[in-house]
């Protein structure tokens, strides 16, 4: 009896150990990644886009539904509304052109995005520090030449513009799924500069291409891009329908031999054997008579 | 007549007289679930195809799994007979008949529900009218027209000896009409060495021929689906992968019937344990080459990774997952285990494995068919769930009961009409055995 109470006691402690163990058993929270992205577009606006994840055995799981706050300035902050990450992790927001944009003295704007953490994830955020700058993009028939011109300024922390020398300005096509690059253009000390455009490029079906010039992650500069419309292709119709060689009105001839062929081998077999059975009648008959 | 043929007569003879009562309450009840299917297609010509789970997306429903699946038996039927034939294999002798039963009447019903399935009967004969070459229904067509011929031709010539004996064996308690007609069809066979030897000769060609044209036509029929840009069907594997899967489930069926004449018509001493471990073979083989196909196709779209085959894989393995694993896990895995040990090689356990054989094959051709019409490339407008996902309604069920009623029906009225165990076969010396006299030695058990 005393062993059975014995038991009884052990199992009732175990048990109880692991409840309060359970009790304790607070999920500790992740730690995810954050990176922020600022881009200047064409239109003059700003793309802020931030993405939140997390990096488990090697693997970057993105974490979607977390809300992320952006704020631009230091001094001054302008703070835009957050946005939630979507199924990638993704949250971007835009700043329309003619915002007034907060910076320091000597242009620089601070932009931050904030994940104020949740009850599975810590907080996270992070910085881009970037001067805002310009891009002009003309295309222009230079001596009978097809050239592109770019000039870029910088903007200073007055709104005034000062010339961007000695940088390089990325050139290029936009095609349905990417950029296709003709050149980089190296800007001259008023900011300014040209290329030669490449003839034979397949536009739509006017001829019309997107030409893009852009600087893309400077460590100045940032991303800034701009883009103009250049009748300067070759027009391509697009085909709507796909030719199948199936779809003729006349199979293709190896078709039509290999099916006779068959056929024919198939049926003179056939033929042959019900020529067979002709005469194994007509042999009893013989016999017969 | 020799003895032996006048002692297999007397023995099977009874089988050929009036049916028992059994046998009419078994015909009466697949007549009924004949009648029921007529019901059901009536009903259908009535009020259309709206009556059946076929809508927009999912055209093909299980009218065309059945017309997979009977093809599938016929063919694998015509190879099974037409290699034992050939091969001349001693064991053969009592159960060819019944593989060469299955290839016509298979034949006969499978495409019976390509026409339930098209929507205008009126304009059917435009596929005789205005083929296509370049279009594989038409060369369905032809194959099957073909192949029907030809199975029918093979059939009649390895019937034409038995009609013979059975016309001059005077023990044959049957009406006068049906001593008429075993004359006609025996065509004056006399077994003259001139007509044996003709008849041999044909047989021999025939049987090579329907090997040739049941691999040749069921490929075609896999080349439908295989040629479409859809996911799951474009494969380059789906011929052989169907003509295997055919004679695997083809074999499943022998095996069912060898076990059902066997225990019907008292057949021990000729169908032994012998001939289901030898056609188990064949069965487990096939299996593994079945299994092998199946992985094979479905690693490469799975690692492929293309989007539409992605999505139509886990559409597989969540909602058909009890489908998926009967068709390519129970039909491969208990057939094979079965077979794999010797404990388990019973006369019965075989024919279970058989059967296990059978209806995987049937969820394989229905995997096939429905999941991937089920999984389009462009979505229609007005994609509500009942228009996307099909599940057969009474009248498909009732059309395939009638189907299935119908071969049972055809197998008995043929073995009314024709020993099931060929005399002919049994009495035949191969050119290989070296006897002087030809005496029925039973393979004992």
């Known amino acids: 009896m005393r062993v059975i109470k014995l038991i009884l006691l052990s199992i009732s402690v175990i048990l109880f150990s692991f409840s309060l163990q359970a009790q304790n058993d607070v999920p500790e929270?992740?730690?995810?990644?954050?990176?922020?992205?600022?881009?200047?577009?064409?239109?003059?606006?700003?793309?802020?886009?931030?993405?939140?994840?997390?990096?488990?055995?090697?693997?970057?799981?993105?974490?979607?539904?977390?809300?992320?706050?952006?704020?631009?300035?230091?001094?001054?902050?302008?703070?835009?509304d957050g946005n939630t990450t979507d199924k990638n992790g993704y949250a971007i927001a835009f700043l329309k052109p003619g915002v007034k944009i907060p910076r320091n003295k000597d242009g620089v704007?601070?932009?931050?995005?904030?994940?104020?953490?949740?009850?599975?994830?810590?907080?996270?955020?992070?910085?881009?520090?970037?001067?805002?700058?310009?891009?002009?993009?003309?295309?222009?028939?230079?001596?009978?030449?097809?050239?592109?011109?770019?000039?870029?300024?910088?903007?200073?922390?007055?709104?005034?513009?000062?010339?961007?020398?000695?940088?390089?300005v990325i050139v290029s096509i936009q095609r349905m799924f990417s950029r296709l690059p003709i050149g980089e253009v190296t800007l001259d000390e008023e900011g300014k500069g040209s290329l030669e455009f490449p003839i034979n490029l397949p536009g739509d079906s006017i001829g019309n291409l997107n030409v893009v010039a852009y600087i893309a992650e400077h460590e100045i500069y940032g991303n800034v891009e701009s883009a103009t419309i250049a009748q300067w292709g070759v027009p391509k119709q697009q085909l709507l329908v796909t030719h199948r060689a199936l779809w003729t009105q006349i199979a293709p001839m190896w078709m039509i031999v290999s099916l006779t062929i068959l056929l024919i081998g198939v049926w003179a077999h056939y033929i042959y054997v019900v020529i067979q059975l002709i005469i194994i009648k007509k042999a009893k008959k013989a016999t017969v008579n | 007549m020799d003895k032996t043929s006048e002692r297999l007569l007397?023995?099977?003879?009874?089988?050929?007289?009036?049916?028992?009562?059994?046998?009419?309450?078994?015909?009466?009840?697949m007549l009924v679930l004949f009648a029921l299917g007529i019901y059901g297609l009536i009903y259908q010509i009535v009020h259309g195809h709206d009556v059946t789970g076929m809508r927009d997306h999912v055209v093909w429903g299980v009218y065309i799994v059945n017309f997979i699946f009977f093809m599938g038996l016929s063919y694998a039927g015509a190879i099974i007979s037409g290699a034992l034939h050939l091969l001349k294999t001693d064991w053969r002798k009592p159960i060819i008949r019944m593989g060469e039963l299955i290839t016509v009447i298979s034949l006969l019903i499978g495409p019976c529900f390509i026409i339930?399935?098209?929507?205008?009967?009126?304009?059917?004969?435009?596929?005789?009218?205005?083929?296509?070459?370049?279009?594989?229904?038409?060369?369905?067509?032809?194959?099957?027209?073909?192949?029907?011929?030809?199975?029918?031709?093979?059939?009649?010539?390895?019937?034409?000896e038995d009609f013979a004996k059975l016309r001059d064996y005077a023990g044959l308690k049957v009406p006068a009409w049906k001593k008429k007609t075993y004359t006609f069809l025996a065509m004056n066979y006399r077994g003259t060495p001139e007509q044996v030897k003709l008849l041999k000769k044909s047989k021999n060609i025939v049987a090579a021929m329907v090997i040739a044209i049941a691999i040749?036509?069921?490929?075609?029929?896999?080349?439908?689906?295989?040629?479409?840009?859809?996911?799951?069907?474009?494969?380059?594997?789906?011929?052989?992968?169907?003509?295997?899967?055919?004679v695997y489930s083809g074999t499943g069926l022998l095996i069912v019937l060898m076990w059902l004449y066997r225990k019907i018509f008292k057949l021990e001493e000729y169908i032994t344990k012998k001939h289901f471990v030898n056609v188990g073979v064949m069965l487990l083989i096939l299996g593994a080459f079945y299994g092998y196909f199946t992985f094979s196709d479905y690693l490469t779209k799975w690692y492929g990774s293309v989007r539409m085959d992605k999505i139509l894989i886990d559409h597989l393995f969540k909602q058909y997952f009890w489908e998926f694993v009967v068709a390519n896990y129970i039909g491969v895995i208990v057939p094979m285990v079965i077979l794999a040990f010797k404990r388990f090689r019973t006369v019965n356990l075989i024919s279970i494995g058989a059967v296990i054989t059978l209806i995987s094959l049937w969820f394989n051709r229905y995997l096939i068919v429905v999941p991937t019409l089920e999984t389009p490339f462009l979505p229609i407008q007005d994609d509500r769930l009942a228009w996307i996902k099909y599940s057969p309604t009474w009248v498909e069920i009732s059309i395939f009961a009638a189907?299935?009623?119908?071969?049972?029906?055809?197998?008995?009225?043929?073995?009314?009409?024709i020993p099931i165990i060929s005399i002919s076969e049994m009495t035949e010396v191969d050119e290989t055995e070296q006897v002087e006299s030809v005496e029925i030695k039973p393979v004992q058990s």
């Open chain 1, 29 to 80: 929270k992740k730690a995810p990644d954050l990176t922020f992205v600022v881009k200047k577009l064409v239109d003059g606006s700003f793309e802020l886009k931030s993405r939140l994840s997390l990096f488990e055995n090697r693997i970057d799981f993105p974490v979607s539904g977390a809300k992320v706050d952006y704020t631009i300035g230091s001094d001054s902050l302008l703070i835009i």
């Open chain 1, 109 to 168: 704007i601070t932009a931050n995005a904030v994940f104020a953490g949740s009850e599975l994830y810590e907080s996270a955020s992070t910085e881009a520090i970037f001067t805002e700058t310009k891009i002009v993009i003309r295309c222009e028939m230079v001596d009978t030449i097809k050239t592109t011109k770019i000039e870029a300024y910088k903007i200073n922390s007055d709104g005034t513009e000062s010339p961007l020398s000695g940088e390089a």
């Open chain 2, 10 to 29: 007397e023995e099977f003879a009874p089988q050929l007289e009036s049916p028992s009562k059994k046998w009419w309450l078994i015909f009466g009840a």
């Open chain 2, 116 to 160: 339930f399935c098209v929507g205008r009967f009126d304009r059917l004969h435009y596929l005789l009218i205005y083929p296509r070459i370049q279009s594989p229904i038409t060369w369905d067509v032809i194959a099957i027209m073909t192949d029907i011929v030809g199975c029918l031709l093979y059939l009649y010539l390895s019937f034409v």
């Open chain 2, 216 to 246: 040749i036509v069921y490929s075609v029929l896999a080349w439908i689906f295989g040629v479409t840009l859809q996911p799951g069907w474009h494969s380059t594997i789906f011929g052989p992968y169907f003509v295997i899967a055919a």
């Open chain 2, 403 to 417: 189907g299935i009623a119908v071969f049972v029906m055809l197998m008995m009225v043929a073995a009314k009409f």
